[in-house]
């Protein structure tokens, strides 16, 4: 390999921690501060469809078009992660966690997709179209997919991706294990409430923070990422 082909590949590897790091941060914020806005827009009762402000309205709107921003940089996150782990990532646990993933976004979007058909229905023809009977369909639909499928979905990712952190030994056990027990509260939790898929973005966010700071830190001493796996740099020493 040349000597410019090895400084492109090592600036490389010493880039993806840190862009892995800031996807994270930004899909941890931008997806909780949608969650919130719409559980603060919302009525409580969902009866209460003329309680449903212009205010409100034009708060949902703003998190509807948040959220595609909020899953770019999820699916930015889960591939720099993937790329890092390269040719030491287990490829069942690899296929589960891109694919619960992916499914957990594919069941956000699907869930705002139905708030911001309401929402547009709603904007022409009031409550002629949107009747409480619909708005309280709508609502338990996507509460449903939150609660329900998202939430699982979540689970299941973080579950095998602290797998293949143990496995390639990138995390401390002790955030590994402690990833294996918010994801198995996540799966069993039969709450119905939408605060409850906030611990996913939560989780993101501190997981990318520590590998943010890791990383700098790392760097300042001279030494590897903090990212480099394990298994990869015992053979490599090996060879």
């Not at 973005?201 to 830190?217: C, G, H, K, N």
């Not at 990212?227 to 060879?239: A, L």
Request: proline share 3%; aromatic share 14%; net charge neutral.
């Amino acid at each position: 390999m040349s000597a410019e082909n090895k400084s492109t590949k090592f600036m490389h590897h010493a880039r993806t921690p840190r862009a892995a790091a800031i996807a994270g941060i930004l899909f941890g914020i931008l997806f909780s501060y949608c969650i919130v806005l719409v559980q603060l827009a919302v009525p409580a009762n969902p009866g209460d469809l003329k309680d449903w402000t212009d205010a409100d309205r034009r708060t949902i709107s703003l998190a509807m078009e948040l959220i595609p921003l909020a899953g770019l940089t999820f699916l930015w996150f889960m591939g720099v992660v993937r790329d890092r782990l390269g040719d030491f990532e287990d490829q069942f646990f690899s296929e589960v966690f891109q694919g619960s993933g992916l499914l957990f976004l594919g069941m956000t979007f699907s869930a705002f997709a139905v708030g911001a058909g309401m929402l547009a229905a709603y904007h022409i023809g009031g409550d002629e179209i949107i009747t409480i009977d619909l708005y309280q369909f709508g609502r338990l639909i996507m509460s449903e997919m939150f609660t329900t499928y998202a939430l699982k979905m979540a689970s299941v990712f973080m579950f095998s991706l602290s797998t293949l952190w143990l496995q390639t030994g990138v995390m401390p056990r002790w955030l590994c294990f402690l990833t294996y027990a918010m994801a198995i509260l996540m799966f069993v939790s039969t709450s119905i409430s939408l605060w409850m898929i906030l611990f996913f973005p939560a989780w993101v966010f501190f997981i990318s923070v520590y590998v943010l700071i890791l990383s700098i830190r790392q760097k300042s001493l001279g030494g590897t990422d903090g990212m480099t796996p394990n298994i990869g740099r015992t053979k490599i020493e090996q060879v």
